[in-house]
């Protein structure tokens, strides 16, 4: 059983009880046709909406890669007779994309960022749904004795070692956003550590290419932990740092504003925090790794 597992068993069950009561302005537009689009989607006008129903969901790569959405979407499309595309970038671009009114709702993992989409009117209100943990990962052997340090210690030493390779998202994703939290706790500007030299890689992509890109460089890497473990089977890295406050992932869904289909916006914010699909969101992957992914959390405000 991973370290961090118990790390976070304490405040796994306090939250839980606690549930159970209660950009990038240049982002391409986003093609009809597709129920997938990479970073890297095409550059055609959006077309105009099929008369059918379909309901756009922006979604980060963690909740992409973990295979959650796979298994949520067809529920929801049989349950409600609707079309759901599911559309995964980073939280920075799904955000730019509610803000343009290319889709519904949006599932990310950035709180400042989606009380400022509510705060400037692109969604309706911020609903955490479920939340992990976020990790420091890298070699099994730890060249840089990152073990047993905190976020900002282990930033410290990353900084300053000059040996050891640190691979970012680099993408403006949550992830990306919660590493800059990081280093900015360890007292450094991110412009700063982003450019002191060879030893920090940034990788432009998803949380799942990051991890595989960090295991081909025998590098460290910040992962939240339902990604880490869907694809730990096929890495050689390890959990090193896995405390801290600064740690915490919370992913919230949030209908957005300008939708075409307001009824059935609201009715996707409802279907993830219902009773059953918060029971199936605990559940998820355990039979298969071991360890829950995720942790309902539907009525708490985190």
Same mark, same amino acid.
């Given at each position: 059983?991973?370290?961090?597992?118990?790390?976070?068993?304490?405040?796994?069950?306090?939250?839980?009880?606690?549930?159970?009561?209660?950009?990038?302005?240049?982002?391409?537009?986003?093609?009809?046709?597709?129920?997938?689009?990479?970073?890297?989607?095409?550059?055609?006008?959006?077309?105009?909406?099929?008369?059918?129903?379909?309901?756009?969901?922006?979604?980060?790569?963690?909740?992409?890669?973990?295979?959650?959405?796979?298994?949520?979407e067809p529920m929801f499309e049989d349950e409600y007779s609707v079309e759901l595309d599911v559309l995964y970038a980073g939280t920075g671009k799904a955000l730019?994309?509610?803000?343009?009114?290319?889709?519904?709702?949006?599932?990310?993992?950035?709180?400042?960022?989606?009380?400022? +989409?509510?705060?400037?009117?692109?969604?309706?209100?911020?609903?955490? +749904?479920?939340?992990?943990?976020?990790?420091?990962?890298?070699?099994?052997?730890?060249?840089?004795?990152?073990?047993?340090?905190?976020?900002?210690?282990?930033?410290?030493?990353?900084?300053?070692?000059?040996?050891?390779?640190?691979?970012s998202r680099g993408d403006d994703s949550g992830t990306h956003g919660k590493e800059k939290a990081i280093w900015a706790a360890a007292g450094y500007e991110y412009?700063?550590?982003?450019?002191?030299?060879?030893?920090?890689?940034?990788?432009?992509?998803?949380?799942?290419?990051?991890?595989?890109?960090?295991?081909?460089?025998?590098?460290?890497?910040?992962?939240?932990?339902?990604?880490?473990?869907?694809?730990?089977?096929?890495?050689?890295?390890?959990?090193?740092?896995?405390?801290?406050?600064?740690?915490?992932?919370?992913?919230?869904?949030?209908?957005?504003?300008?939708?075409?289909?307001?009824?059935?916006?609201?009715?996707?914010?409802? +279907?993830?925090?219902?009773?059953?699909?918060?029971?199936?969101?605990?559940?998820?992957?355990?039979?298969?790794?071991?360890?829950?992914? +995720?942790?309902?959390?539907?009525?708490?405000?985190?």
């Open positions: 059983m991973l370290r961090y597992v118990y790390a976070g068993m304490l405040i796994a069950a306090v939250l839980s009880i606690a549930c159970a009561g209660q950009s990038d302005p240049s982002a391409e537009s986003i093609p009809e046709q597709i129920t997938e689009i990479s970073e890297d989607a095409g550059s055609e006008p959006v077309p105009p909406r099929e008369s059918a129903i379909r309901l756009r969901v922006a979604t980060t790569t963690s909740l992409y890669d973990t295979g959650l959405w796979s298994y949520l730019e994309w509610g803000r343009r009114g290319d889709v519904d709702v949006i599932t990310v993992h950035s709180r400042s960022r989606e009380e400022q +989409f509510v705060e400037e009117g692109y969604g309706l209100a911020r609903v955490p +749904f479920a939340y992990n943990y976020f990790l420091i990962v890298g070699p099994p052997d730890d060249p840089a004795g990152l073990a047993e340090m905190t976020p900002d210690e282990a930033a410290a030493t990353l900084m300053n070692s000059g040996e050891a390779v640190f691979v412009e700063d550590v982003r450019t002191s030299g060879d030893w920090y890689v940034e990788g432009g992509s998803g949380m799942g290419p990051t991890l595989v890109m960090a295991n081909e460089m025998n590098a460290y890497t910040l992962s939240d932990m339902g990604t880490f473990i869907a694809y730990k089977s096929d890495l050689n890295l390890e959990p090193v740092v896995d405390q801290g406050d600064v740690l915490l992932n919370v992913y919230s869904v949030l209908q957005v504003t300008s939708t075409r289909n307001p009824e059935m916006a609201a009715n996707l914010v409802e +279907f993830l925090t219902s009773e059953t699909v918060q029971e199936l969101i605990g559940n998820y992957g355990v039979n298969e790794y071991g360890i829950q992914l +995720f942790t309902p959390c539907a009525g708490l405000d985190m």
